[in-house]
């Protein structure tokens, strides 16, 4: 079965940084597109980041485009986000997903998530 | 201030049908990009209950179905169960954005 397992996330300083991975196991994971979605507290899910499935693209949302770093090693079958210059406004639970083959190119749904780790960002 | 529009709350009585509209413009639903749609219960990752508009993944009940048109969508749920009571969010593409886009949520209680 398919399975997305997220790093502990934590406590951060403002303007520190932290470094997310996800752990994919029950599928291919370098036949995949997959994405980092945020969910700040009582706030509907935000998009953030996405990588093609070897790599050779990425995309970002405006809110985090120059801070954070996506990347992945399909060897490892592990996906990345790099955090940096983190602000308080980036406190949320973050999510790991795939994005679905196959459904609409341009955002794709996404049919498997992680179970999501709390990022804090505060002094 | 979330792109796509949802109302925050809808609630129904068991066995009843509720709806939850979600509202786009010209850069997202109207410039016909696809619409999906989740189910979030509390302290759980969202689940994917509608894609591309009107289909439904393996193992989701046809109780659940989706619509899409001009620049809204629709998500319809009959038959209401206690256990439909959860956090349902749309989310499409904006081509202004260039990226995916979710609504704010809507919370639905069964009565």
């Known amino acids: 079965q398919v399975q997305l397992v997220e790093s502990v996330g934590g406590l951060v300083k403002p303007g520190g940084s932290l470094r997310l991975s996800c752990a994919a196991s029950?599928?291919?994971?370098?036949?995949?597109?997959m994405s980092w979605i945020r969910q700040a507290p009582g706030k509907g899910p935000e998009w953030i980041s996405k990588i093609s499935s070897s790599t050779s693209y990425t995309n970002y949302a405006d809110s985090v485009k120059g801070r954070f770093t996506i990347s992945r090693d399909n060897a490892k079958n592990s996906l990345y986000l790099q955090m940096n210059s983190l602000r308080v406004e980036d406190t949320a639970v973050y999510y790991c997903?795939?994005?679905?083959?196959?459904?609409?190119?341009?955002?794709?749904?996404?049919?498997?998530w992680g179970q999501g780790t709390l990022v804090t960002v505060s002094s | 201030q979330s792109v796509l529009t949802q109302p925050p709350s809808v609630s129904g009585a068991p066995g009843q049908r509720v709806t939850i509209s979600c509202t786009g413009s010209?850069?997202?639903?109207?410039?016909?990009?696809?619409v999906h749609w989740y189910q979030q219960l509390p302290g759980t990752a969202p689940k994917l209950l509608i894609y591309g508009n009107i289909n439904r993944p393996s193992g989701v009940p046809d109780r659940f179905s989706g619509s899409k048109s001009g620049t809204s969508a629709s998500l319809a749920i009959t038959g209401l169960q206690a256990e439909d009571e959860a956090d349902y969010y749309c989310q499409s593409y904006d081509s202004s954005l260039i990226g995916s886009v979710f609504g704010g949520g809507t919370k639905l209680t069964v009565l």
């Open positions: 029950g599928f291919t994971f370098s036949d995949y597109y």
């Open positions: 997903a795939r994005d679905m083959r196959g459904v609409a190119a341009a955002g794709p749904p996404k049919d498997y």
């Open positions: 010209s850069s997202n639903i109207g410039a016909d990009y696809d």
